[in-house]
């Protein structure tokens, strides 16, 4: 196999290299967030649930609402800051669910996840990792309006960055839930995996949560065992995404498979197996024979099979 074959031009990875100024020494300044919130130039993102809303605009499609506009709408609930974008201040706002499903009727409004934004590249890349952030801390909220410690109810401080119990004074912060996700190796072949909710041709890297009191390459060693059976060795950090469903961190490894045999753990995969490299490139060009296909350009899993693709075994030096 040609070491580097050619795959075209890399595509990018989904949620990363974002341009914004979180300016975090402004979210505690409440005189700061009124200003910045006043601004002409502010814009504002609006997600009921797991739907983003975008306006029509001559085939265009904008995520970012001026501060008029979104006070149009009703059923808001959490404000949050999220930094600057070329110095323009920008905001999200948490609507209820209940309320945006009667705008999916809107001829002048389309509802979509994140998910499919990212995948058919529905808004320009700036503003993806700004939702990402935006629909995590959001997401965070929905889920900790009471708080853990006394049980009642918590209220949002520091511009939706932390929510405080005027209870029993328990300050709350927002959490991200580390995953290991992994491709084992061995040579010029790797395994994938497959689960049950993928679609009926995919495959992917192999993926699971990072538990209290352990590290990144134990996770991906015990991830591995568990899943598939096979020990590994080696393991070498590739890169991270932040993934905001709901609200997770990715880190992505190669991995020393030690051992051959798979033993599939049917209670978090429908199936595994070895791949070789040739095969993988068929997969991602969408060429497979058998039609089979390795994971889309916008998840992170692509990347790290790409990446052994082009480096090989190399990749865990």
């Given at each position: 196999m040609v070491p580097r074959p050619d795959l075209g031009p890399p595509p990018n990875l989904g949620y990363t290299a974002s341009c914004v100024d979180r300016a975090t020494l402004c979210r505690g300044d409440e005189a700061a967030m009124t200003k910045l919130a006043s601004d002409p130039r502010a814009g504002f993102y609006l997600i009921g649930g797991e739907l983003v809303l975008m306006k029509k605009s001559s085939g265009v499609l904008q995520p970012l609402f001026a501060a008029d506009?979104?006070?149009a709408f009703a059923g808001a609930r959490e404000t949050i800051f999220l930094g600057l974008l070329e110095d323009a201040p920008l905001f999200a706002i948490a609507l209820d669910p209940v309320m945006v499903e009667p705008l999916k009727a809107r001829d002048d409004l389309q509802l979509t996840d994140l998910r499919t934004m990212a995948m058919h590249g529905l808004v320009e890349a700036v503003h993806l990792p700004p939702l990402a952030e935006a629909k995590a801390l959001l997401g965070w909220h929905s889920r900790h309006r009471f708080c853990s410690n006394c049980g009642l109810p918590t209220r949002p401080v520091e511009a939706g960055w932390r929510r405080d119990c005027p209870s029993c004074k328990v300050q709350h912060f927002p959490r991200t839930d580390p995953v290991a996700i992994m491709l084992p190796i061995s040579?010029?072949?790797?395994?994938?995996?497959?689960?049950?909710r993928f679609a009926a041709t995919m495959w992917s890297c192999l993926a699971g949560f990072i538990e209290p009191g352990e590290t990144i390459e134990d996770a991906v060693r015990r991830e591995v065992l568990e899943e598939v059976g096979i020990k590994c060795g080696r393991v070498t950090y590739f890169t991270s995404q932040p993934w905001p469903f709901p609200m997770?961190?990715?880190?992505?490894?190669?991995?020393?498979?030690?051992?051959?045999?798979?033993?599939?753990?049917?209670?978090e995969l429908e199936d595994a197996r070895w791949f070789e490299r040739e095969e993988l490139v068929l997969m991602l060009l969408r060429k497979h024979p058998q039609g089979l296909t390795a994971t889309l350009p916008h998840a992170i899993a692509h990347h790290i099979i790409r990446r052994y693709i082009e480096e090989g075994a190399d990749v865990l030096r």
């Open positions: 506009e979104a006070r040579g010029d072949r790797c395994v994938l995996g497959r689960s049950p997770s961190l990715m880190i992505g490894c190669h991995t020393e498979a030690l051992s051959d045999k798979i033993i599939v753990d049917h209670s």
